[in-house]
């Protein structure tokens, strides 16, 4: 085995898996956190690579001052692609993994080395969720989503959407007022007669001079996910629905559609998707690849029924180790027809945890990953 030393800086998501898989495997690791002088410092001549689950500014002024040693950037988000401007010299020895298929041929687009990289169960290592009392009444439903709402009223992009959006509204105000009294000219008295603090005419022109097709997509993907992870949810009611996530979901839970607010991530979430019949995965829109969540509920002992992604077929066999929806129709029925076949349930259920066990861990990806830059 290379007795040259990797370098893990700390990170979120994938960070504890990846750690634990490293030193299970018996390679050389050292963490370091997101500081660029304790890199520097850590990075000597034993160094074989630095790994970190982002790629920003951060990392990229970083590998400028750590000559000749490889940087991986291992994406478990999606990144602006169209915004990087990277020095040549660096690109022999930048590498990058992503679950995102787009993503990949951006970044090759701009002459990195990048490569579709399927995700892994964040939960790899941990033991199989202990039930204990009280879990099953909390946690045991029909079907339950994990995640945000992406109700982002904070976020500048949404701010943008609503500043657009009063704009609009005004607008279509002042022509009708305008058709209605067709004999005089009032758009201007009667523009000026709206709420002028609801928008900024000069912040949208300064904002939409300095968006691109990307932040574009950033922007209503999220509102478009929002809006369809809320609709769709909001179909299964007469279904017990168990929402585990912001309190923004407490708009749609009504009937039998519950919230139950979120908590730890790793010690909450394996319970739920184990003790729930179908699991729903609900992909933000602008994602091309199957997310962390699909493996996480796996690997949890848990039903999966995702939205279809093509990567999907690479990892498991549809139908047989995991359950899909492409459209409104699709998710209703299979979602109905699911918990009215429980032995079809639990037999896809197991071949996706024995396939995901066989093919999927994180000591598979990092083989993968160290493979592809030499080490």
Not at 124 to 153: H, M, N, R, W
Request: proline share 3%.
């Amino acid at each position: 085995m290379n007795n040259k030393e990797i370098l893990l800086v700390e990170g979120i998501a994938n960070f504890k898996a990846l750690k634990n898989a490293f030193e299970q495997g018996g390679y050389a690791l050292r963490v370091v956190p997101q500081n660029r002088e304790k890199i520097q410092e850590a990075a000597s001549e034993k160094t074989g690579a630095i790994i970190t689950l982002f790629f920003n500014n951060f990392i990229l002024d970083l590998a400028k001052n750590i000559p000749h040693v490889p940087i991986v950037s291992w994406l478990p988000d999606k990144v602006n692609t169209k915004a990087i401007h990277i020095d040549e010299t660096l690109k022999s020895r930048f590498f990058v993994f992503s679950f995102d298929p787009d993503d990949v041929e951006g970044f090759k687009n701009i002459g990195l080395q990048a490569w579709e990289l399927p995700c892994n169960s964040g939960f790899d290592g941990l033991p199989q969720p202990e039930i204990v009392d009280g879990d099953e009444a909390k946690y045991a439903c029909d079907v339950s989503f994990v995640g945000e709402s992406i109700t982002i009223k904070h976020n500048p992009y949404f701010q943008f959407l609503l500043n657009f959006s009063n704009l609009n509204n005004h607008l279509n105000s002042v022509i009708d007022k305008q058709v209605s009294f067709f004999t005089k000219n009032n758009l201007e008295e009667e523009f000026e007669k709206g709420d002028l603090s609801k928008f900024s005419l000069q912040f949208l022109l300064d904002y939409v001079h300095m968006v691109n097709t990307r932040h574009l997509d950033f922007i209503l993907g999220c509102e478009a996910s929002s809006r369809l992870r809320k609709r769709l949810i909001s179909l299964l009611q007469g279904v017990r629905v168990n929402v585990i996530g912001d309190d923004f979901w407490k708009e749609i839970a009504t009937g039998t559609i519950c919230f139950i607010p979120g908590e730890s991530y790793r010690q909450q979430t394996p319970k739920v998707y184990k003790l729930s019949k179908i699991n729903l995965n609900i992909t933000r829109t602008f994602f091309s690849g199957t997310i962390q969540r699909v493996y996480d509920i796996i690997y949890s002992g848990g039903f999966c029924l995702t939205d279809y992604r093509d990567d999907l077929n690479h990892c498991f066999e549809v139908g047989k180790e995991i359950e899909t929806y492409s459209n409104e129709k699709e998710f209703v029925d299979k979602v109905h027809y699911y918990l009215e076949h429980e032995n079809e349930r639990k037999d896809i259920m197991e071949r996706g945890y024995k396939r995901l066990m066989k093919d999927h861990r994180v000591i598979d990806r990092i083989k993968f990953v160290l493979d592809k830059i030499n080490f």
